[in-house]
């Protein structure tokens, strides 16, 4: 996803924006650029390539009263840069940066062409640049001519914008795509999250949908689309630090957040249990209760996360469906008449999942939001929120965020039961984490083979096949190998046609119910002449077994299991010299459908 910083009055103008940039790198990106307010017209500097490559490009001693940047990843438009953002209107007008998707822009960019506008890039956001320049000519005020633009534009825009002969403001638009306002005494900035402005100031304001303004060094002035004075904002604290930022020693983020999954469940513990009662908003539970039907939607982990959910939620005799997002958003299918809507979402920016709220919102039916961003625009939609307090996830490849979902699902399915025993099994779970943590050695002698191959197989029943499904996204997302996440039973239906001599096997046992029948898949696959790697629960291990992690109650043996799998993705990502942190292709969090 696109990162946006901004700025007006700020005295270390220049640091504040690369060092901004820098801390927005792990959403993910392929070019990046800046641009500097100045007399003639806006110093601009871009790169397709990292944010310490355009650092080099910018002069030190360069000073101006109001700066803007920007990190691309490309959704119209190759990454060159030419498609680099700032991007800069036909006359020079309007210099912005832009992170979303404006749906209707061919349209736009043939309407303007017609008008006798040129473009030089094959950008949606150069054409928001000339219908702003164009409305402004129109209209002969910039407010008026953000406000026409908007009502032409379709689709999702953070945008930030530096208007020529305007030393003082620094103009903004926001719909669907994030952009928080940080407020300081002397000095007012933007950014597409709180990482950028942490060290700057300590209010924050996050945009809705549809606001637009400007900040000059000593005011904010936000408005929405409809109303013409200004709109009533308050500021909010945050709890992040730069501290969270920090790696610690460790050598990627996704090592530390992999070994943060102990204080992820206690912190899920200390806020969602008072020692004696669980502390879930009554109306939530009866809503729950109340309704007939659970629709879970979520993508990647956290969908995995829900299959999770889902067992718990039906083991109370719930009715329980989970979408992925991208599917449900256009193939909406609602069965119950009462239905509650659950939606989960690390980010809670997730394009596949606003637009399904936008289905949602139709109906009227109660949404819950669980997510780790508080503010996030799928915090606000929702009726209900539940935070999964895991601590900003910096790794694209999400890891303590999935055992925060799960943990809270076990808990929410907990307080709905009434069931206490779950706080001391997940004290137990805690005490087993340590212990995989402890097994590093072994999980980097499993990825010194894992890391020569280029395809994989998870097997597991039950929990074991959603965890499967987990470990496989985990694997390929960081390692490149092809990999992927099957029910045990179903290998003879097909893809046993796959194995061959020394395909990888992994395979979970944590269940006694399962625990003979997916061995014999194992022999299956061994007698093909897979290499076969089993993970399995203490109780329940044999001699061979590879990986043999503590006991805990089968419902919550996913946890142990996921961060073993966590781990080989990790060191086989390692040994392949992949990017660990911030893989190719991939965003921390998907913005645009
Ligand atoms: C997980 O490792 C991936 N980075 C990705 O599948 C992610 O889980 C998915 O994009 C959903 O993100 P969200 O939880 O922020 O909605």
Redesign the pocket.
């Known amino acids: 996803m696109c990162g946006i910083v901004g700025a007006v009055g700020c005295r270390q103008l220049r640091s504040y924006l690369i060092d901004g940039l820098k801390t927005l790198e792990y959403r993910g990106y392929d070019s990046s650029g800046l641009a500097f307010s100045h007399e003639e017209a806006p110093l601009i500097y871009r790169i397709p390539g990292r944010v310490h490559l355009l650092e080099e490009m910018v002069p030190l001693s360069l000073e101006a009263g109001i700066g803007i940047g920007h990190t691309r990843w490309a959704t119209h438009g190759a990454p060159t840069e030419t498609n680099a953002h700032p991007h800069i209107s036909h006359s020079g007008l309007f210099t912005l940066v832009h992170n979303g998707v404006i749906d209707n822009y061919r349209a736009l960019h043939q309407m303007l062409s017609d008008l006798g506008y040129q473009f030089n890039t094959e950008t949606d956001t150069e054409v928001i640049a000339n219908l702003i320049e164009h409305n402004y000519k129109q209209m002969g005020d910039v407010l008026k001519a953000l406000r026409q633009s908007m009502k032409m534009l379709e689709g999702s825009y953070a945008l930030v914008i530096i208007h020529q002969g305007d030393d003082e403001r620094l103009f903004f638009a926001k719909n669907h795509s994030p952009l928080l306002i940080g407020h300081g005494p002397d000095a007012n900035f933007l950014a597409s999250d709180y990482l950028p402005m942490l060290k700057h100031v300590k209010d924050f304001y996050a945009l809705t949908d549809h606001q637009f303004g400007y900040i000059s060094k000593d005011e904010v002035a936000v408005f929405d689309l409809p109303g013409n004075s200004k709109a009533k904002i308050s500021y909010h604290q945050t709890d992040l630090t730069s501290e969270d930022i920090n790696l610690e020693g460790y050598p990627h983020y996704m090592l530390k957040e992999i070994e943060e999954a102990d204080n992820v469940i206690r912190h899920l513990i200390d806020n969602y249990h008072d020692g004696r009662n669980y502390l879930f908003n009554p109306k939530l539970l009866d809503t729950i209760t109340a309704s007939d039907q659970l629709i879970f939607l ?5 969908y995995h996360a829900c299959l999770i959910g889902k067992r718990y939620l039906e083991a109370l005799g719930k009715r329980v469906d989970v979408y992925i997002a991208s599917e449900w958003a256009y193939y909406p299918v609602i069965t119950g008449k009462n239905p509650l809507f659950i939606i ?4 809670g920016e ?1 394009a596949d ?1 606003i637009h399904c709220v936008k289905n949602i919102k139709q109906y009227k039916f109660p949404l819950l939001t669980i997510t780790n961003t508080k503010g996030s625009t799928l915090d606000r939609e929702a009726n209900f929120t539940l935070l999964l307090f895991a601590g900003i996830e910096i790794a ?3 890891t303590k ?1 999935y055992v925060a979902q799960v943990t809270l699902l076990a808990l929410l399915a907990a307080a709905l039961k009434g069931d206490s025993q779950l706080i001391p099994d997940l004290y137990h779970v805690i005490e087993a984490l340590k212990k995989v943590i402890d097994m590093k050695s072994k999980f980097e002698k499993i990825a010194d083979f894992l890391a020569t191959k280029e395809n994989a197989f998870y097997l597991g029943r039950g929990f074991d096949y959603d965890v499967s499904l987990e470990a496989s ?2 694997l390929k ?1 960081i390692t490149y190998i092809h990999s992927e996440g099957l029910p045990g039973g179903e290998l003879k239906h097909g893809p046993i046609a796959l194995i061959d001599k020394d395909t990888p096997v992994i395979i979970f046992v944590s269940d006694s119910l399962t625990a003979l029948p997916i061995r014999s898949n194992l022999q299956e696959v061994l007698a093909r002449g897979a290499h076969v790697i089993v993970i399995s629960s203490q109780s329940l291990a044999k001699g061979k077994d590879a990986i043999v992690v503590p006991d805990v109650p089968v419902h919550l043996s996913v946890l142990p299991k996921v961060m073993v799998a966590q781990y080989l993705a990790y060191y086989t990502a390692l040994k392949r010299g992949a990017n660990i942190d911030k893989p190719r292709n ?1 965003a ?3 913005t645009v459908e």
Do not use: H, Y
């Open positions: 979520a993508c990647g982990t956290s989960v979402s690390q980010s997730t999942l694209v490849a999400s965020a996204l985990k997302e991939l921390k969090s998907v």
